[in-house]
């Protein structure tokens, strides 16, 4: 079955710095790829997903690029916020959702 | 903006005992899914259901559990015999399609807690 690995598992930033999540995929066959941002106790909540047809995609702070050759995917956030902090989540959509094992980030002031 | 809704929000349970956990998908979804999520890991693929029938199930959706669309809005997951490791905080999900790019909208969940 088809198997998501995440990293890092923590991530700890200086407000306004960069952070990036990667994520590698198994299936081939997978061609959505949504990235979950987490709150404690809350729901994965979608932030931003890209779809195989495209390399980059961008929404304000956050963009994901996407290498299907290699099989692996990321997550960039740049000038993060202390609100940025949370467990972020990879995960591929082949008609379920296989989630990857979820980067804790913390954006100190 | 519509959401799935989950209740209760927290269950607790005596080990065997059975619980039903509720969701009500989002009204124009007709794909439903359940997820788990054991404290501290990652989401867990549950099962799939449409047109009232399950069409794909996880190694973990064993014979305790059942999935069922009781009415027009309702979407049920019945753990018959719960397990100390049933303890999770399960979420329910929906899309407005069964495809490999569509969008899952998920809700607050349950939060259960098995003694």
């Known amino acids: 079955g088809e198997n998501v690995e995440q990293h890092p598992s923590t991530l700890s930033v200086q407000e306004g710095d960069s952070a990036v999540i990667k994520c590698t995929y198994s299936?081939?066959?997978?061609?959505?790829f949504p990235w979950y941002k987490q709150e404690l106790g809350k729901r994965p909540q979608l932030i931003i997903d890209i779809r195989s047809n495209v390399g980059e995609k961008k929404d304000q702070r956050i963009a994901v690029t996407l290498n299907k050759t290699a099989k692996h995917f990321s997550l960039h956030i740049t000038e993060t916020q202390p609100e940025d902090s949370a467990v972020y989540f990879c995960a591929t959509n082949t008609d379920k959702l296989i989630f990857g094992t979820g980067t804790r980030l913390q954006v100190f002031p | 903006e519509p959401e799935v809704t989950q209740t209760p929000s927290h269950q607790v349970t005596q080990m065997g005992q059975e619980v039903i956990l509720r969701c009500v998908p989002i009204?124009?979804?007709?794909?439903f899914y359940w997820y788990r999520q054991i404290l501290g890991q990652k989401v867990e693929f549950l099962v799939s259901?449409?047109?009232?029938?399950?069409?794909?199930k996880s190694e973990i959706f064993d014979d305790q559990f059942s999935v069922e669309r009781p009415d027009g809005s309702n979407f049920t997951l019945k753990i018959r015999s719960t397990k100390l490791e049933d303890s999770a905080m399960y979420f329910c999900?929906?899309?407005?399609?069964?495809?490999?790019?569509?969008?899952?909208?998920f809700g607050p969940g349950t939060r259960l807690l098995v003694l």
């Open positions: 299936d081939s066959a997978s061609n959505y």
């Open positions: 259901f449409y047109n009232n029938e399950i069409s794909e």
């Open positions: 009204s124009n979804h007709l794909y």
């Open positions: 999900a929906s899309s407005e399609a069964f495809a490999d790019q569509e969008t899952q909208y």
